[in-house]
Structures are given as C-alpha cells and as structure tokens.
C-alpha cells in the first residue's frame, strides 16, 4: 500500500504499466518525485498493513477500479500528451505551494483541468507536492463523498488519491509517446501544434468533464441516498429502543409506585411471581441495597417521588448499559455457538435461538438483538395480563389511597403507614431469601451437564479399579464383621459376605449394607452392577490384550496387573502374598513360616519323648526360658495361622455335596494342616521341664498371647485342650498373673499395678474363658487329678491369694458339684463316677481344706489389703467387689465340706461376716450399692450353709 | 534356626512385635509417649491407647549461657491415639526392669 515509497512502488507500479501500456518510457513521468524534500510525511498515516481492511476504508464507495477506467477507454488518443510535455515553467512557484493546492477546494480541481498549465518535465519530476498528480487528474479522480463533505481533506486523501491515481497515469503514457516522435520539430511548429490540440483537447475535456460529472452527480445522489436510508434505520431502531426504555421505565416507576402506596401484598406477590419467571433479569432489576434505600424514602412518598424518578433513570440507564455489555458478551457467545453449530447441531437447538437470529442480521447487531431482548424481557417480564391487572390494581389503589389520605386521622394513617412498611420489610426478606436461594441454585447447576454420562462412567471406573482387590473379604474385613456382627444383632439373616466377587481373579468389598433411604440403597446397588460390569469389560479387554504390553516387567516376581488406566495411579507389580506365603499379610511373610517348621520340629522331636510322662523323665533338654521377643515372635506368628484359618473356615466348602467331596477333602487337608501348625507353635507337648517358665506360659505372658488363647482353643481337639489344662494348672505358679498378683494387694496406683490388672482381666476373660468348657466337660477324676497337680506343683496358699487361683479353684469345686448333682439324681450316664473317684477327690478335697484353713481370711483381698503397711493415709477403695470371688469360692467350699469343716469355716469367718453385717445394719455404708454388695456378698456364703444375714442379730 | 533372627526381616517386623504391646515412642518437639501400641503403618503412623504423653519444655534462664535452662517436664494422659507418623523417632519397647 505504500504509493510514496520509491523503491517500494518500483516494481509494482511499473508491472501495473507493463500491463496497461507496455511502454518502456514510463520512467520520464513524474509520478515519483512525491516525498523528497517537501513529502509532508503524509504517507506516515498510511496503513501499512492490514490491507483486508481496505474494503473497509474504501470498499463502500464500491467501484474503485472502474471510476477512471472510462477515460482510457473514451480517449483513445493522447490528448494531454503534447500539455505534459511541453507546458515549460508555467506556474512552479504554485506547484510547489503544496498548502495552497490542498486548501483549494476540490471543485476548483476541474477549472485547474481545464486551464492549460503548462508544466516541464522537470517542474513535473520536482514536483513534491502530493497534489501535482492531483491538479492533472483531478478531472478524472472521482473524490469520494465523505471527502467532498469535509472542508479539509482528511489525512487519508492523499493515500486514496494516489490509489485512485495509479491507474490515470496510464493515459499520461502517450505523452512521452509523442516525445519521442516530434523531437525534430521546430519550437513554432511545436507552438501550433500545441495550441491546435489544446483547443481540440480543451473541447474534448470540457465534453468528457460534463459526463464525468453528470456521473459523479448522480453516483452521489445514489451514495446520499443510501445513507439517508442507512441513517434513517439506524433512527428507527434508536427509537424503538428509546420507546421500550420507556415503556419499562414507566413499568417500573408504575411498580415502585403501587409497592409504596399500596398495602396489598397480593400486588408484590404477582410481581414476585413475575421475577421469579425471569430470574435471570433479576439481578439488573431489583438490586436490593437501592430498594431499601428506596424504602426509606417511601416514608416521605409523596415529597419524594421526583427523587425516585430520578433513582429510576438512573438505574434504567444502568440496566441499559449492562444490558448493552451483556449483549455483547452473548453475541460472543453466539458467535462461538454458531462455530460449534456446524459440529453440534443439536448442542445449539437446545440453546436459545435468538442468539443466533441476531447474529445473522447484518447491521447495527449490538443495537437489533438489544431491541429483540427487550422485547423479550417486557414480555417475560410483564405478560399483558399482569400488566393490566397491575394497572387497574394502581388505579383502584390511587383513589384509595387518595380518599384514605383525606378522610382518616393522622394516627391512623401513621399506623397504615407502619404495617405497610412492615408488610413490604417482610416481603422484602423474604424476596431476598428467595433471590439468595435461586443464586444459590444457579450457582450450583452451573456446571450441570458438564460432564457426559461416559465421562462419569470413566471416572467411577478408575475410582472402582483401585476397589478391586485379590481378597475383598479380608480388605474389607473389618467392615464385612462389623457388618456381620451388627446383622445378627438386629437378628437378619442376610447374605454372610457383602462382597462382589469376580472368579477367583479378586472382588470388591462393599462394606456395610446400607440401610435406609431406598435412593441410596438404590444407588448403591447401581454401582454394584456397574462395578461388575466394568470389571468383565477389564477382564475382557485384558484376555484380548494378552501379556504383550507388559514384557517390561518380565522375569520380575509377582504378577502384574494389567491396568487400563494410565491416569489412576496404581502399583505395576503386585507381590502375591498368599502363593508366597501361607502368612495373609504380604508385609510379613516370613515370620510364621520358618520359625513354625523349626518349632514343629523341635516339638515333635521332644513331644515324643515327653509326651504323658511330664514329670521327671530323662534325657529331657533343658532350654532357657523364651526370651520377650521369641515370645512375640511366635505369637506373630500364631496370630497369622489363626487369620489364616479362620479365613479358611469362611471358605470351607459344603462337606455333603458331592461334587465338592474333593474339595472339602483338600480343605480340610489344609486345615489339619493349619491346626496342627498351631498345636505345634502353642509348644503345649514340651516336656514340663523345658524351662521356667514353660514355654507355653511364657506365651501366655503378654496380653496377645492370653487373648489369642480362645480363638485358637475353637480350632483343637477336646483332648489336647485337656493336655493344655493340665499343662496350664501344672505351671500354675509360672503365670505372671499368680507370681505378680501381690501387686494387685498395694493400695497405690502404680503403672505397674494397672498392668498387672490389665493381665489379670485378660487371663481371667480369655484363658479361663477357653479351659471353661474343658473343665466343665471333664469328669470326677479329672478333676481330682487337676486338683491334686495343682495341690502338688504350686504352693496352694499362694494361688489361691490371686484371682486366677481364687477363679481357677472355684471352677473345679463347681464342677464337681455337679457332677455330684448328677450323680444323686441318679442319671444313668457314662459319666457318674465310680466310688472311688468320689474317694480321690474327698480325699483332695479334704488336704485342699487343710491347706488354706489357716489362711480362710487372708483369701480377701480387702483384708491382705489392710494388712498392708503402707495403707495408714490412703484411703481404703471399694473392696467389696474384689471380695466376691472369694466369696463365690467360700460358698463353693462350704458345699463340699462337711459338717465339722462348715463349723471350721463358720468360726474362721466369723469375725468378718460381722463385720459386715454390722456395718450395713448401723448404717454405717452410706452408699446403697455398695450396701447391697456387701449384703449379696456375705448371703452368698451363708446360703451355703444354708443360713442367711438375717438371721445374725447383732 | 534362631527364630528371633530368622523371623525379623525388616524393620517394620520389629514394631510389628509390639502390637498390643506397651511401646514407648520418641517424638519431635521433645515429646515422648508410652502407650498400648494397636496399630501402624508405612508411614509409622500409631494408633496407641492408654498414653501417657511427656513433654520436655526448656525454658532458657535469662542471662544464662545458650543451651542451659530449666527442663520442666509436663504430661498427660490420652484414652486413644493417633500420632502421626512424620513426628516419629523411634519406637520401642519399654524398657524392662
């Protein structure tokens, strides 16, 4: 685009001659000497670039490239070419006033054609003036109108006029033409010659000019009247807008109106219902902050209505703007839309359409689609029928309000005033609650229907991919027992495992069964189908896929999961722990396992010697007793074998359906297998003098090992617990529980203390909660022979100052207590022992008598605990319940003893069961449970004796 | 065929030894705790209960050369715990007199 630059137009220019004319001799003429010295820099206001624009600039006047084309083809022959060439130094000094040039007026261009001014070549080549070119071819330039308007032109003319230009040279090319033909003439030939062609040339213009300009006239009426036209649209549509501004303005000023005078919520509650229909107006409409301003002036209505108005054109000018803005933003959108329409057909058609109405319209968008939402709005917005119920409402509240005014008394109208002010605060609240709740709505369904349903379904299947697991049972163990165990508190019998299971490749745990709502339980049972959906499709995808995309991990260890999921991070090497070892957690694999071989061994090579013969066999080895951490050790590893078998148990197949018969064979294989593992580890069959202590109480130290006792004892045979009991009582004195107790007799809170109780609870709760059902199983003579190792191996007096003792010596004498009820009720039983059992175990019994008669009162621990030394300042704590054992022993003993033993008991006992009874019937124990305690306490031996409190007067 | 060596074959196998055990844990921030170990993790995350949590506070004497001041030394007593792991030093079984 660049006319001025030499260099630049060179090529160009001489192309474009090339064509037109063909003629080498175009470098003669003048059409580069703009922009030497005197180039006013106008060119520096050209475009350079963008030259689409170009239609922009120039393109409304539409035929730019045919305007001059006339002249070449109705003046064939080179009329100004002698003018051109020979017109000497006739007016330079005004060629080279560029300023006079330009303000001449554009009109005068013609006379300036028509006068002959005669120039040179060289006053042509020095001219610098941008208008040199102007003044020879301004006959032909066609100026365009909005130049012609404007009294300067415009810094942009001489960029146009040079466009213009570049094709009018061409008829200029003759000139040199003739140069070359007549260069041998005389100056006076040359002279006639001039004036002849000047007059012909001059006719000729003068012909050619008043066509050119009929032309011209007519192509500016035309350009006129199209902008006439254009102008009035424009007009049109300003106007329409203005009326609808109006219109709403005067709506709303009708609506804000009737909201101050009247007090009939029934008017707010329409318009409310109105708003509510076009939410999206909402906030332009009714910003609240004015309102309640607005509210505070109501209270002057009347003094204040010119303010209101004005409030109101103020914020109607608001609301244009935004709306203006508003617009524009969805044109955008429309814009994008319609880009998107091609692709999405029916993405648009449940868009709104008008977007894309306004966007097809060609003019003055902003304005149309504008005018169209306006109407859109007034029609959402006060749909005829309201709107005249409204007015007619106003009108009937005006004349209302008007009698109510003149007629009632200041106070009255002061209260109306009031309510109404109240009524409309109220109204307002709750119109704001609303606005706050669909802000709210809005705000939360802004991304509805982001997400498509496949896109929800890829996430919820990499969220469930990371579910799936080779033992979803144990994964969810926790949860699967909670489950189980609340499911039989509530007493259902559902299904025992809530888990999805696919095959044997894994499965996912479902935790608890959801109770309530049917929309959850609903869902939850969506997902379930889709988990097991997705997980056959992963199944299928990864058959088809085969191994060959994980030849990276060949040759490792484990099995590799074949995941289709790059985005879910996930382990690529899954260890399996099961096939590695029989342990279930794969983080300790190792502990069970060869510790467990080695014991076995060492136990079979020594149970066998040992075996029944426990006390003084030889060639027993003596070892040194477990060390705390073998013992934890071996405990691990009793803890895995007991998962392991229980998790086994879960799984035992149905032994009566035949099909299964081979696999309940290989099961329970394995479970003897495991059993026996654990029969091996709980080192029972060590010979009694292994150590001290046994290695199996050593087991039983910490509180693992006591608590893991009755989970195993489900899993051994009747007879091995017996081993296992006799085991215990002939170690009895090696117990922590029995060598710490006296612990338990300090009255002070020490760490120390708390553990020993801690141990305590534990031994009574689990071990002797697992030998209960052994003892209670076990006959006359077993129970003497128990009682006897116990008589024989520990020092009786002691035990049977401990709880487990105290605990332990009870269970045997109620045994035997009912297995003498038995016998005198004279069942025919396998069971009813012989004579002579029942003469061991009086026997037994009697040296048991013996042994703690003289101790009878230090079997309380409320007693050894007063006998403490240290027990001067701290007060005694509540010894009653530590008491009953005792007392529960002492009534068992009274059972079996006989008349003399009873008085024997009676008188040892005497003191204390006074004691007591005097303290609860002077009322000397304040607190009535700990009354009924001693009470019960006291009764349970006397009953056994068959006396009662009562009957002891004090 | 020493199973306490044989059975231990990383360090977590140690702590796993404790479970349900008393341990006694070092903390961050001069804290220490003893307490029934239930349950741990990779990131020695412990669940413990029956705590007894000792705080070491040194409070510098005023003029007095750096490092010196009074130790005061301040417990408390938790049913249940979580510590996390990051805070951990060491775990270990309480001493045993």
Known sequence: ?954 | MDPSSSGIQEPFDLIRLSLSERVFVKLRGDRELTGVLHAYDGHMNLILSDVEETIMIVDPIEGGIDGHGTVKVAKRKMEMLFVRGDGVILVSPPSRT
């Open chain 1, 1 to 954: 685009m660049s006319f001025f630059g030499f260099e630049r137009s060179n090529l160009e220019q001489e192309k474009k001659k090339f064509l037109e004319g063909g003629l080498q001799e175009t470098e003669d003429l003048a059409v580069y000497t703009w922009g030497e010295e005197s180039y006013d820099g106008l060119g520096d206001a050209l475009l350079e670039g963008g030259d689409e624009l170009n239609d922009e600039t120039f393109g409304e006047t539409g035929a730019v490239g045919k305007d001059f084309d006339f002249t070449s083809q109705t003046l064939p022959t080179p009329i100004g070419a002698t003018r051109g060439r020979f017109t000497p130094t006739a007016e330079p000094s005004r060629e080279r006033t560029p300023v006079v040039e330009r303000t001449e007026p554009a009109s005068n261009s013609r006379d300036r054609g028509l006068s002959p001014a005669p120039k040179s070549l060289e006053s042509i080549w020095d001219d610098k003036s941008p208008f040199s070119m102007l003044s020879r071819t301004a006959g032909h330039q066609r100026v365009p109108s909005n130049l012609m308007k404007s009294p300067f032109p415009p810094s942009r003319s001489p960029a146009l006029n040079a466009y213009v230009d570049h094709r009018p040279l061409s008829q200029q090319q003759p000139i040199s033409h003739g140069i070359n033909q007549t260069g041998v003439r005389t100056l006076q030939e040359i002279e006639a010659e001039m004036r002849a062609a000047q007059q012909k040339r001059k006719l000729q213009e003068e012909m050619l000019l008043q066509v050119q300009l009929q032309q011209e006239l007519q192509r500016e009426e035309e350009l006129r009247r199209q902008e006439e036209s254009h102008r009035q649209e424009e007009f049109r549509v300003q106007e329409l807008e203005r009326q609808d501004l109006q219109r709403l303005q005067q709506e709303h000023l009708l609506a804000d109106r009737m909201r101050a005078r009247l007090e009939q919520e029934q008017q707010l509650r329409l318009q409310q219902q109105v708003r509510m229909s076009t939410p999206r107006v909402v906030p332009h409409l009714a910003p609240s902050p004015r309102f309640n301003q607005q509210h505070q002036h109501q209270q002057q209505i009347l003094l204040l209505q010119q303010e209101q108005e004005r409030q109101q054109q103020e914020r109607l000018k608001d609301l244009q703007e935004r709306l203006r803005m508003e617009e524009l933003e969805r044109q955008l959108r429309a814009q994008q839309l319609s880009q998107l329409q091609q692709q999405q057909p029916n993405l648009l058609a449940r868009r709104q359409s008008p977007y894309a109405d306004t966007q097809r319209r060609t003019h003055s968008p902003v304005i149309d689609s504008q005018y169209a939402l306006f109407n859109q709005q007034n029609i959402q917005y006060m749909p005829q029928s309201i709107q005249l119920q409204q007015r007619l409402l106003s009108e009937m509240a005006q004349v209302e309000f008007m009698r109510d005014m003149q007629g009632i008394s200041q106070a009255e109208q002061e209260a109306l005033r009031v309510e109404a002010m109240r009524k409309i605060m109220e109204t307002e609240r709750m119109e704001e609650r609303r606005r706050r709740k669909a802000a709210k709505i809005a705000h939360m369904s802004r991304y509805n229907d982001l997400m498509t349903q496949s896109d929800k379904d890829f996430i919820t299947r990499i969220q469930v991919s990371q579910l799936v697991t080779q033992d979803p049972y144990a994964e969810d163990f926790y949860a699967q027992v909670y489950g189980a165990i609340l499911r039989s508190r509530l007493g259902l019998q559902s299904q025992d495992e809530r888990v999805i299971k696919f095959g044997s490749s894994g499965g996912v745990g479902l935790g608890l069964a959801q109770k309530g709502s049917g929309r959850r339980q609903s869902a939850m049972q969506k997902m379930e189908a889709q988990v097991e959906r997705i997980v056959n499709n992963a199944r299928l995808r990864e058959k088809e896929k085969g191994l060959h995309s994980l030849h990276s991990l060949q040759g490792a260890l484990g099995k590799t999961s074949g995941r289709s999921y790059k985005a879910a991070p996930r382990q690529l090497l899954q260890v399996d722990a099961s096939s590695a070892t029989p342990t279930m957690s794969g983080t300790h694999p190792h502990i069970s396992k060869e510790d467990g071989n080695g014991a076995a061994q060492e136990a079979a090579k020594l149970g066998r010697e040992a075996l029944g013969q426990a006390a003084g066999s030889d060639g027993v080895v003596r070892k040194d007793p477990l060390t705390q951490r073998q013992t934890l050790v071996v405990l691990e590893g009793l803890y895995d074998l007991v998962l392991n078998i229980e998790q086994l148990r879960r799984d035992q197949p149905l032994e009566e359906d035949e099909e299964d018969g081979e696999a309940f064979v290989s099961w329970s294989a394995t479970y003897n297998d495991l059993v026996e593992q654990i029969w091996m580890n709980l080192k029972v069959m060590l010979p009694l003098e292994t150590s001290d202590p046994h290695p199996f109480v050593s087991l039983l130290t910490p509180v693992k090992g006591k608590k893991i006792l009755p989970r195993l004892s489900r899993h051994i045979a009747p007879p091995r617990m017996l081993t296992l009991l006799t085991l215990l009582v002939a170690c009895f004195s090696q117990l922590d529980v029995v060598k710490r107790a006296a612990i338990l007799d300090s009255p002070e809170e020490t760490p120390e203390r708390q553990d020993v109780e801690r141990q305590t609870q534990a031994f009574l709760g689990s071990v002797l909660q697992s030998i209960l059902p052994v003892v209670a199983k076990a006959e006359l003579r077993v129970i003497t022979g128990l009682l006897g190792l116990l008589l024989d191996r520990t020092n009786i007096v002691v035990s049977a100052q401990t709880r487990p003792g105290i605990a332990m010596l009870t269970l045997f004498l109620s045994r035997v207590e009912i297995v003498k009820q038995g016998m005198s009720s004279a069942q025919e039983s396998s069971e009813i022992p012989t004579p002579a059992e029942a003469q061991q175990w009086q026997t037994m019994f009697d040296h048991l008598f013996q042994l703690l008669m003289p101790h009878f009162v230090l079997l309380f621990p409320s007693t050894r605990l007063v006998t403490q030394p240290l027990t001067v300042a701290a007060p005694l704590p509540p010894t009653d319940i530590l008491d009953q054992p005792v007392w529960q022993f002492l009534a068992a003993l009274a059972l079996h003893a006989s008349s003399d033993q009873q008085s024997i008991l009676v008188t040892s006992l005497r003191e204390k069961v006074l004691d007591i009874v005097t303290s609860i019937s002077k009322g000397w124990v304040a607190d009535e449970e700990e009354r009924q305690t001693k009470l019960a306490n006291v009764n349970l031996f006397l009953h056994a004796l068959g006396l009662d409190s009562s009957q002891i007067s004090v």
